[in-house]
């Protein structure tokens, strides 16, 4: 929740727009992968993020759709590519797919063990 948390207060508190604050976001984040199963990988129910925290899900929301513009300039209309790369889980209840999110907002990411960073 570090990304979202980090654009509320650029952007609220802090009065930046949504690009200066998304530049220093990406740049302050990096995503280290612990296990590349998918099972151990955390799903938030969006239900859940829509009642505690509704201004962060806006902004993954925001996140995702950006994110998702450029999946389509990269590989066109391709659903089951979009549906793969979607911090937004469609299938069953919405679930925030968050290894999804922190890859899409950090500047690097890596993994514990060679195996975790060569997928």
């Given at each position: 929740m570090a990304i979202p948390e980090l654009m509320r207060i650029l952007m609220d508190k802090e009065h930046l727009s949504w690009e200066k604050a998304w530049e220093i976001t990406y740049n302050c984040c990096a995503y280290t992968n612990h296990t590349i199963l998918p099972e151990a990988l955390e799903r938030w129910p969006v239900t859940l993020l829509q009642e505690l925290l509704p201004r962060?899900?806006?902004?993954?929301?925001?996140?995702?759709?950006?994110?998702?513009?450029?999946?389509?300039?990269?590989?066109?209309?391709?659903?089951?590519?979009?549906?793969?790369?979607?911090?937004?889980?469609?299938?069953?209840?919405?679930?925030?797919?968050?290894?999804?999110l922190a890859i899409i907002g950090s500047h690097t990411v890596n993994g514990v063990a060679f195996i975790h960073s060569e997928h």
């Open positions: 962060h899900l806006e902004i993954i929301y925001h996140i995702n759709h950006l994110h998702m513009e450029q999946v389509k300039t990269k590989y066109g209309d391709d659903a089951q590519k979009l549906m793969q790369l979607s911090c937004i889980e469609e299938g069953g209840e919405k679930r925030v797919n968050m290894a999804h």
